[in-house]
């Protein structure tokens, strides 16, 4: 694995090889999106805007290309949109036509004896708790019964199973993340997720992410910051080594 910290995010961003411009961009509670002629994505809404953009006059108007590049910034209000618009153009039902959909991004795992991580407060996959050996569940703002994310640093390495939120994408946490979870099966999930399939080189297994299908209602949704899953106005997509 690099220990180049941005490796990852350049083998993301080198994918992108479109010029068309991002026409509009949306923040809500929840989400950010941005549109563009190639699809709209959306990524999770993170606070942080301690840091100067690195646009400072908004993503808007830029070539999808060079407006991903803020997905690297340490603004993360900012990343938040940059990491919207590689979703807009990786995950499109034009560039995944070929993918099935899915019902799970642990679909046909077997959790029996584990160890397994969720870095993020998911309740994770039906099941999951009754046949693992132990769940850990980490979080940067703790609920009752969750680890601190500090934990990381002690608990992934027991893992033998870690599931991590896309967001973590967002806030730079990812490549330590992975480099905690060598030993570990390591599914990124969530509707930040890009569906671009050089991420698998940096010790992700599986990557699953949304494609949204619904543009119009999914704009609404993030705009209005309307309660629920977004994955009802989209199709969920799976990306795996195995």
């Known amino acids: 694995m690099s220990t180049d910290f941005f ?38 809404h993170t ?15 830029l070539p999808i290309s060079q407006a991903a590049q803020a997905v690297k910034s340490w603004n993360l ?4 949109f940059g990491l ?32 397994v991580g969720i870095v993020g407060h998911m ?22 019964g969750d680890y601190p994310d500090s934990a990381c640093e002690l608990l992934l390495p027991r893992c033998d199973l870690v599931i991590i939120t896309g967001s973590s994408l967002i806030n730079k946490t990812l490549p330590r993340l992975l480099s905690l979870c060598r030993n570990a099966y390591t599914i ?7 569906l671009c399939p050089a991420l ?7 990557l699953s992410g949304l494609v949204v299908t619904q543009r119009e209602a999914m ?12 994955y009802s106005l989209g199709q969920g997509f799976l990306l795996r080594r195995d």
């Open 123 to 144: 309740h994770g996959p039906a099941g999951l708790r009754e046949q693992a050996r132990q769940v850990y569940v980490l979080e940067r703002s703790p609920q009752p």
């Open 219 to 230: 704009a609404a949704h993030v705009r209005q910051s309307i309660p629920g899953n977004p």
């Open 47 to 61: 606070p942080g805007a301690s840091i100067p953009p690195l646009y400072p006059a908004g993503l808007a108007g």
């Open 7 to 44: 490796a990852l995010y350049d083998a993301l961003l080198a994918g992108i090889d479109s010029a068309a411009p991002v026409l509009s961009t949306a923040m809500g509670e929840q989400w950010c999106l941005a549109a563009a002629g190639t699809g709209l994505g959306i990524a999770m």
């Open 200 to 206: 698998l080189d940096f010790g992700i297994d599986r």
């Open 77 to 80: 209000e900012e990343a938040s």
């Open 84 to 115: 919207a618009a590689a979703n807009a153009f990786y995950n499109t039902p034009s560039r995944l036509a070929g993918l099935p959909d899915y019902g799970h991004y642990a679909d046909g795992l077997d959790f029996t004896g584990m160890t």
């Open 188 to 194: 990124l999930t969530g509707p930040s997720v890009p």
